[in-house]
């Protein structure tokens, strides 16, 4: 079975400073991974995907992520982050159950704090 | 473009009522639809699917059920609550028959059982 760990619980970062938040997941096959942003009350917003092809894959509001096979990591960044970009991030592995539907397997998630 | 629908927003229960959430998705077909429940510090967890109408699959047996009585809409509903059934309950949805697509959510309902 496919599991995601998001071993930061919390990130405490400076407006401006740059930002790196951990995913490491364990799959069995060829993974598609993707990263999630929560605001508080809301729902989850896609910010970007792998399936294939380029290992470094830019998202929305900035952000990028590198898929790095051989450490089983999907780890997401931004150069510079913003006080806006406070929220809780999901990464997620997705896979394909015999009934047909795609399930995702969500990380725990990490809290991200901008201190001013 | 596709929307998703999820109400109410919010709902305050005591144990042993019923329950009933709604979702409805728009601007598409035959989507895929999926349940997931998110407890305070956790990731979210995937409680129901469904593939088409009446179609439902479960991943986690609890007092929960789900229902798709129309193509673009899921219900999940409970007969009695439990104080364990509190949380923030999410509703996605995807394009049926494209696989390694990302999921969609709406913006949750929050339940709270007293």
């Known amino acids: 079975a496919q599991s995601v760990t998001q071993p930061d619980i919390h990130i405490t970062v400076s407006e401006g400073a740059s930002l790196e938040l951990r995913c490491n997941y364990s799959?069995?096959?060829?993974?598609?991974l993707f990263w999630y942003v929560q605001s508080p009350g809301q729902g989850l917003q896609l910010l970007l995907k792998?399936?294939?092809?380029?290992?470094l894959v830019q998202g929305i509001k900035g952000f990028e992520a590198e898929f790095k096979r051989s450490q089983s990591s999907f780890n997401l960044r931004k150069p510079s982050v913003h006080w806006s970009d406070a929220a809780e991030y999901f990464c997620?592995?997705?896979?394909?159950?015999?009934?047909?539907?795609?399930?995702?397997?969500f990380g725990k998630g990490t809290h991200l704090i901008i201190q001013p | 473009s596709q929307t998703i629908h999820q109400w109410p927003a919010t709902l305050v229960q005591p144990v042993g009522s019923p329950l009933s959430l709604e979702c409805t998705v728009e601007?598409?077909?035959?989507?895929?639809l999926y349940w997931y429940r998110q407890a305070a510090g956790r990731g979210l967890q995937l409680l129901f699917y469904?593939?088409?109408?009446?179609?439902i699959s479960s991943e986690v047996p609890q007092n929960l059920s789900a229902s798709r009585p129309q193509d673009r809409q899921f219900i999940l509903s409970s007969k009695k609550l439990l104080l364990s059934d509190s949380g923030f309950y999410l509703c996605?949805?995807?394009?049926?028959?494209?696989?390694?697509?990302?999921?969609?959510f709406g913006d949750g309902t929050r339940l709270s059982i007293l």
């Open positions: 469904s593939v088409g109408i009446g179609q």
């Open positions: 997620a592995v997705g896979s394909y159950s015999g009934g047909g539907a795609d399930g995702l397997t």
């Open positions: 799959y069995g096959a060829t993974p598609y």
């Open positions: 792998y399936f294939s092809g380029d290992t």
């Open positions: 996605a949805w995807t394009h049926r028959g494209r696989r390694n697509q990302p999921q969609h």
């Open positions: 601007g598409t077909s035959n989507p895929n």
